[in-house]
């Protein structure tokens, strides 16, 4: 009798002395943390050697970094929409012919020639659309009506003084007042829609990326754990048990 009480307790305090980790299911009531459990496959993971649970921590921190990098890298690959309000810099053919040297006999070759893009901006002013470079080397600008309108007709004019021409193209087509360019039909838009531009560059941290930034680490984290919790576990245990079987 008492032989045998004294190593119950012995027996227990062997017990007691193994480090023991949780042998259920959460008893949790959260339901946030009842659907994040089911969500990932949660079960006990007693059997798993510790050492695998630190590489599956490495794993999932290591792994949720890159995809976030990843995914930001991805996301910022792209442009900003081809619109005004996205451009940095912005010049129109005619505000560039019309404050060009006057002495200038063709400003177009100058005008293609500024770093940036070329594009024509649409009639109502939304949207940025491309225009082949090739289209307009061969037009005609330049800030003189009188230089414009000889070209356009070349050899009616030769002999009458620029500001006469000038007055008597105005009094009988008050259109050419504005005109700067000789553009065939063909070009898509005016003088005053043509532009050189630069894009600004996409910022690196908007909502957009951010918010599928988390979407892509969140679908990592999961998958991961579903494979731990639902593959890698349930091997562990079978293991442990045909080892002490």
């Known amino acids: 009798m008492t032989s045998s009480s004294r ?52 794993v999932v921190a290591v792994g949720a970094m890159l995809v976030c990098a990843l995914t930001i890298w991805g996301l910022n690959r792209g442009e900003l929409p081809r619109v005004p309000q996205n451009t940095k810099s912005m010049l129109r053919l005619d505000d560039f ?36 470079e090739n289209q307009l080397r061969n037009v005609f600008c330049t800030p003189s009506l009188a230089v414009l309108v000889r070209e356009e007709f070349p050899g009616y004019y030769e002999r009458m003084p620029d500001d006469q021409l000038e007055r008597a193209v105005l ?47 969140c679908g990592y984290v999961i998958t991961t754990l579903n494979v731990y919790y639902r593959l890698l576990v349930p091997l562990a245990s079978e293991g442990h048990a045909h080892a002490h079987a």
């Open 7 to 58: 190593s119950r307790p012995t027996r227990a305090g062997s017990v007691r002395s193994q480090p023991v980790r949780s042998k259920r299911l959460s008893l949790s009531t959260s339901p946030i943390r009842l659907w994040a459990e089911d969500a990932v496959g949660y079960r006990p993971d007693d059997d798993v050697p510790e050492w695998q649970r630190t590489v599956l921590m490495s």
């Open 97 to 132: 012919t019309r404050y060009a040297d006057r002495a200038a006999r063709n400003t177009m070759p100058a005008f293609l020639a500024l770093p940036g893009d070329l594009g024509v901006v649409s009639a109502d002013g939304s949207t940025i659309n491309a225009i082949d």
């Open 171 to 217: 009094k009988k087509h008050p259109e050419y007042r504005d005109r700067m360019c000789a553009l065939p039909a063909w070009v898509e838009g005016t003088a005053h829609d043509i532009i050189k531009y630069e894009m600004r560059p996409l910022p690196p941290f908007r909502q957009s990326v951010l918010l599928w930034s988390l979407l892509a680490v």
